[in-house]
């Protein structure tokens, strides 16, 4: 029986791996412009944390963790989101006694288990950031330029970004009361989920994807209208900041995203041109969430982005680069009795920084040349008996087919030709 990968996990081979870099180095050198330090948690947790931090009644921690006993019988769950692993690092090391903001991002694999479908993986990779210690609404505005920025970098300039605000605790349990006014007489049109859950917390009635309660909300009354004075200059501190700085944005009454933890701003970036699912990923503030894992009052706001997706798109949309990572120097071995030179000779050309190979396996002079072909070699050193004797190697340019007889200064010839480019 042939072992394929599990269900929702994918191998990244090379030819896929090199955009994975060029994603990754975008993302990282844009994240150290703003200002983020990476930070690296482990792979898994305690449940408990993703319990208190996600939240028990969401769809994350009721339906998609992957949970297991270890030896010693404690509940551990593979991470399926970086925040809360973040938030815990956070407590854990007392990091807000420093300066705060305390700004970092990650980059990683996440795990849940979901109905496997295009772009989306049981094994998948967030990159995110989390900003703890500030409530400034420019803060907000920060992260969203990060975000549009990679975007941008990528050439992903086809973006949606839709805004709202969920308010904060107080004025959001006004309008939860109020939504509930609104759905109890209606409560017959919503889908069966909603049914049950309008009450404990309707506003999942809001982003629900049932069309019939998409439709028995339409004139219901929104949470802007709810805002209290704090939450509602938040807002409007935001909006303002991301218009000045040219960012378009959807004002979403609907966005009210499936996190407990959330506090005001919340926003979701779609890539239109990838199909229906076009989300790659969202974020927003949440400043209950450092006291509700057990660390002081201290506020945060985050996003992530999920690297399947905008993989997805950068390929749908032609937007990945050429990536051909071309040898500079292929080493051709005239004789058996001549390797152990090609092979000082190959360690020397690393050495000083250049990409070099050789064939293993025994091919013939012209094999090894049609081998320096398929890897895209720029040069070719020769390295016969010939060139042995008269202590001189033989230099091809695979391009223009030129050749070159060097006897010193083999290094700097290759250098200065390949800077050439
Ligand atoms: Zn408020
Ligand atoms: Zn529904």
């Not at 990528?154 to 839709?162: N, Q, R």
């Not at 230099?395 to 290094?411: A, N, W």
């Amino acid at each position: 029986m042939k072992i394929k990968a599990p269900r929702g996990t994918y191998d990244i081979l090379p030819e896929e791996a090199v955009k994975w870099q060029w994603m990754e180095q975008i993302i990282q050198e844009t994240a150290r412009r703003f200002g983020y330090r990476e930070i690296r948690t482990p792979i898994f947790e305690h449940t408990e944390l993703f319990q208190r931090g996600i939240g028990e009644s969401t769809d994350i921690v009721t339906k998609e963790m992957y949970t297991f006993a270890d030896k010693s019988k404690r509940s551990l769950t593979l991470r399926p989101e970086g925040t809360a692993p973040c938030t815990r690092a956070l407590i854990e090391h007392s990091q807000y006694n420093g300066t705060l903001p305390v700004k970092w991002y990650y980059i990683g694999p996440m795990f849940r288990y979901d109905r496997p479908q295009t772009g989306r993986y049981r094994q998948f990779h967030q990159f995110g950031v989390e900003a703890f210690g500030s409530r400034s609404p420019y803060l907000d505005a920060e992260v969203i330029f990060l975000l549009v920025e990679i975007l941008q970098r990528m050439g992903l300039a086809e973006y949606e970004l839709h805004l709202n605000s969920v308010g904060c605790p107080v004025c959001r349990e006004h309008y939860r009361q109020k939504l509930i006014e609104h759905i109890a007489p209606v409560k017959e049109k919503l889908c069966k989920d909603c049914q049950v859950r309008y009450l404990q917390n309707p506003l999942r009635v809001l982003d629900c994807k049932e069309a019939s309660c998409h439709q028995a909300i339409v004139n219901f009354p929104t949470l802007m209208d709810s805002l209290c004075d704090d939450c509602s200059s938040h807002y409007s501190m935001v909006q303002k900041t991301l218009q000045a700085n040219g960012i378009d944005y959807i004002h979403d009454d609907n966005l009210v995203r499936g996190l407990d933890y959330y506090t005001n701003t919340a926003f979701e970036i779609h890539i239109p041109g990838i199909g229906a699912q076009s989300a790659v990923g969202g974020g927003g503030r949440y400043d209950g969430l450092v006291e509700s894992c057990g660390g002081p009052s201290l506020p945060g706001i985050g996003f992530a982005l999920g690297l399947e997706r905008l993989l997805l798109a950068v390929d749908k949309l032609g937007c990945v680069p050429e990536l051909r990572q071309p040898l500079d120097v292929f080493i051709t071995v005239m004789q058996d009795d001549l390797e152990p030179q090609a092979i000082s000779l190959l360690l020397k050309l690393r050495q000083q920084g250049l990409s070099a190979d050789k064939d293993y396996s025994g091919k013939s002079g012209r094999a090894q040349m049609k081998l320096a072909d398929k890897l895209g070699a720029r040069y070719v050193i020769l390295l016969g008996e010939d060139e042995i004797k008269g202590n001189f190697v033989t230099v091809r340019d695979m391009q223009s087919k030129e050749q070159f007889k060097i006897e010193e200064g083999l290094v700097p010839f290759l250098r200065a030709r390949l800077d050439n480019r």
